[in-house]
């Protein structure tokens, strides 16, 4: 691809490792930019090479512009990815990549003060990398259809029982669902330590039918298929709800868990 061969990914868990997976694809070069917390992690197994940029706290790592651009510059990269969360919400970071002669890959820093990073987020991955490398988008807005239903569950490391409360730890068995219409976005593998200082997502379990009520059935043989040993997950609150009639008459709002569900669950 012109104008970019290697990519410094500044983020972690399954937004680095997609965005790892796509420059495979286009023949880029990654670089992992990893916390001491995530050393072992996949992205940082997978990529082509992985630089520490400082202690688990991410205001002392994943939060620290110059610690990237250093590091950025230090391994030949050519762009830097923010993925989303973290420096993509900051204006900071491309302004930085603006100065050093870096690609940013992502909106301009005038663009993230005004919308954030929540809506270019959704458009991850190799289309963006052709973006920013001053590629043409492979698709039009008319080859774009809806077709069908999907239904995500955020299988997190938490106890639901115990009002959610993180479950960090290790992994002592991971054994991703496979099938027509299931995909399982995830960093986690057996043997995997949860680190305790981000956010508790272990993976998006995501599946796609015809329609809603085959997305569902897709979806409960997932979970149900699903098995994670040596921690605590969402997975069985995630099969409470997906058995529940009012969920599968589509008889809820955005109170239905905290005012309903919850109290059932408990139970």
């Not at 590629?135 to 807005?141: E, P, T, V, Y």
């Not at 995909?183 to 015809?210: E, M, N, Q």
């Not at 605590?232 to 008459?249: A, G, S």
Request: charged content about 25%.
């Amino acid at each position: 691809m012109k104008g970019i061969s290697r990519v410094l990914i500044a983020n972690r868990s399954e937004i680095a490792l997609r965005v790892i997976r796509a420059c495979r694809e286009m023949g880029i070069e990654s670089v992992a930019a990893v916390s001491e917390a995530d050393r072992e992690s996949l992205p940082a197994k997978m990529a082509d090479r992985t630089v520490c940029i400082g202690p688990p706290p991410p205001t002392e790592s994943y939060l620290k512009v110059g610690t990237i651009i250093t590091d950025a510059l230090g391994t030949g990269a050519d762009a830097i990815h923010p993925g989303y969360g973290f420096l993509a919400e900051q204006p900071d970071l491309p302004e930085a990549c603006t100065e050093y002669g870096l690609t940013f890959i992502g909106p301009t820093a005038d663009n993230i003060r005004k919308m954030g990073d929540k809506l270019w987020a959704r458009k991850m991955g190799k289309e963006q990398l052709r973006v920013a490398a001053g590629d043409a988008l492979s698709f039009s807005q008319e080859e774009v259809q809806l077709n069908g239903h999907a239904i995500e569950c955020r299988i997190n490391a938490e106890s639901p029982k115990a009002d959610f409360r993180p479950c960090p730890g290790r992994i002592t068995r991971w054994v991703p669902p496979e099938g027509p219409g299931i995909r399982v976005d995830s960093h986690c593998y057996a043997g995997y330590f949860v680190p305790p200082y981000y956010d508790s997502l272990l993976a998006k379990l995501i599946t796609k039918g015809s329609d809603r009520r085959e997305a569902i059935e897709r979806m409960q043989y997932a979970l149900e298929s699903f098995i994670v040993s040596g921690i605590d997950t969402t997975i069985p609150f995630h099969q409470v709800i997906l058995k529940n009639p009012d969920y599968l008459d589509g008889k809820v709002n955005t109170k239905w868990v905290e005012d309903i569900l919850l109290e059932e669950y408990e139970k």
